[in-house]
């Protein structure tokens, strides 16, 4: 049973990627409950997953907010790696709430970082920060995301990025490799086609095709994952290598066009499981690895994003400050009728 001290009762939360969809309920101010994860492929619709979780939970919600791996302009969204569509104000509709915000994805987790713990980060280089400065963020997943923030006053204002779309730049003759096979299939290769959970495994497929290797076409990135770093295949290891690379110089990238000296955050799905390797991978001395500008990115922090639910915090912090905005300015808004 939630003990519920929202006046308006629990709050549902939910963190949607392509391949998974996270839902939480909010009780109370900053307490996550009822995590579940569902397998986007195992529902038709938004909506339906939506009423899956709720039936599950047993709860009843009158606010909601979404953070969807999904560029959010207006109101239609559709999905960029996964079929769903559908109209916000339909679903609001259909779903009997009274609130429904749809935010990016990393929006969300961008605004999470300023209220993330010690205990919810690890530093992998760089020094200090510089207080209030911008902060950058990347991560990479079922797709890479990209936002930051800047600050503005007493508050932080989230950048609406979708910066894992520009095209990649390779470093190496190894990445150039990579590049020319990604050629043979795309028009623009963004750095997302490499940086991400399937750019892992067209990472190791141009790999082996570059070496006459029969590529086993059937992995997947976790697959990769578990292969490389138990040891037992070099290819799968090389491959995250590269990608560790291409990380770092998304991420140098990221901190010179913001000017970042507040850090830049690692989030996403891929680089928690790569564990203490990704300490000692190329990402930090490629982030270093700036040029002209290597003295810069060097002084500059990275954490990675260790915490369960951080994006399920950053919508939680959304929702919160529209439904007081909306509060705050219903008053005014009927006087304002009253008088018309």
């Not at 519920?4 to 009762?9: K, M, V």
């Not at 990627?17 to 038709?44: K, M, S, W, Y």
């Not at 600050?151 to 204002?157: A, D, L, Q, T």
């Not at 891929?270 to 000692?280: D, E, Q």
Request: aromatic share 6%.
């Amino acid at each position: 049973m939630l003990t519920t001290t929202h006046p308006d009762g629990p709050r549902l939360l939910a963190d949607i990627g392509g391949t998974n969809a996270r839902f939480a309920l909010e009780p109370a101010p900053g307490a996550i409950q009822a995590v579940q994860t569902l397998a986007c492929a195992d529902h038709a619709r938004f909506e339906d997953a939506v009423r899956f979780y709720l039936a599950g939970a047993g709860a009843k919600v009158r606010h909601a907010v979404i953070a969807i791996a999904n560029p959010v302009d207006g109101d239609a969204i559709r999905m960029t790696n996964h079929h769903w569509a559908f109209s916000i104000e339909a679903a609001r509709r259909a779903l009997g709430l009274e609130t429904l915000l749809v935010v990016n994805d990393f929006t969300a987790l961008a605004m999470s970082l300023p209220i993330l713990q010690p205990d919810d980060l690890a530093q992998v280089g760089g020094g200090a920060p510089l207080a209030g400065a911008a902060i950058g963020l990347v991560g990479a997943g079922t797709g890479l995301g990209v936002s930051g923030l800047v600050p503005s006053g007493e508050r932080w204002i989230p950048l609406h990025s979708e910066g894992g779309h520009v095209a990649f730049s390779p470093l190496d003759e190894r990445e150039v490799t990579v590049l020319r096979h990604a050629w043979q299939r795309y028009d623009h290769v963004s750095a997302e086609r490499f940086v991400s959970g399937p750019g892992l495994v067209l990472i190791r497929e141009a790999l082996a095709m570059s070496r006459g290797i029969a590529s086993d076409k059937d992995l997947s990135p976790s697959d990769i994952v578990t292969r490389g770093l138990s040891g037992g295949d070099a290819l799968s290891l090389e491959a995250i290598d590269c990608f560790c690379g291409m990380l770092g110089t998304v991420a140098a990238n990221l901190a010179v066009t913001l000017g970042a000296r507040g850090g830049i955050y690692i989030g996403g799905g891929v680089v928690p499981r790569l564990g203490a390797y990704f300490v000692a991978s190329p990402f930090r001395p490629r982030f270093e690895r700036k040029g002209r500008f290597s003295e810069f990115t060097a002084r500059i922090p990275t954490w990675l994003i260790t915490a369960p639910y951080p994006a399920l915090q950053g919508a939680s912090a959304i929702l919160a400050d529209h439904l007081a905005w909306t509060h705050a300015t219903a008053p005014r808004a009927s006087t304002e009728a009253a008088h018309a």
